[in-house]
């Protein structure tokens, strides 16, 4: 009786140290990764040299914020154009210098809104054209993010990634969104392993009571 209870024990022990590992993997999953304030459609993909694409900015504010600043690098493609959101309620101010919102190499505008930005909102749209080389990546600079006319919320870092593929006609093999999510990947991961830590578990305590 006592070996079985202890069987018992160890049993229940696994299963709770499982469901807590369940528990604390949703919490993770609740928790956002990176806020971005600026995102970009496509952000990743596989495309041929110097094939030419349209990528479209859009906004990802936080609370009230009116107005965002873009400067954005590029490396491996040439900027051939940025159009600024339209519509009365946006003022966009060319920063780059000349007083132009863009060059070859960057884009740098100050956008500001008569009301708070909504999520997914529209930044602009700029067309682009590849170089040559294996990869061509867009940076988010100093300066880039957001402000609400108090507090400035900065965000730098990789706007988007993409490979450039040779040998190819002018199709695109790979998009974006072909890729999976990275935290769709750490839940099944996480799934996966409790999964067969349960088995595990079942099979042992199978095997310890029929030694009883």
Not at 41 to 60: D, K, Q
């Amino acid at each position: 009786m006592k070996h079985i209870y202890k069987s018992k024990k160890f049993k229940y022990s696994i299963l709770i140290s499982a469901i807590y590992f369940v528990l604390t993997l949703s919490l993770l999953m609740l928790i956002p990764l990176k806020i971005l304030a600026v995102s970009s459609t496509p952000s990743s993909g596989g495309f041929t040299p110097s094939s030419t694409i349209t990528i479209n900015l859009t906004a990802n504010p936080q609370g009230s914020e009116d107005s965002v600043s873009l400067r954005i690098q590029a490396s491996g493609m040439t900027i051939n154009s940025y159009t600024p959101p339209s519509g009365g309620a946006w003022l966009s101010i060319p920063t780059c210098s000349g007083g132009v919102y863009f060059n070859s190499g960057e884009i740098c505008v100050d956008l500001a809104k008569s009301s708070a930005i909504t999520a997914g909102e529209s930044l602009g749209t700029l067309n682009v054209t590849f170089g040559n080389l294996s990869m061509a990546t867009l940076v988010k600079t100093t300066g880039n993010g957001y402000t609400d006319g108090v507090t400035n919320r900065a965000n730098t870092g990789s706007l988007a990634s993409f490979t450039l593929i040779t040998g190819s006609s002018g199709t695109l093999p790979v998009t974006g969104e072909s890729k999976l999510d990275s935290k769709v990947v750490i839940l099944i991961g996480g799934i996966l392993v409790v999964s067969i830590v349960l088995i595990a578990t079942y099979i042992f305590s199978k095997m310890r009571s029929k030694s009883v």
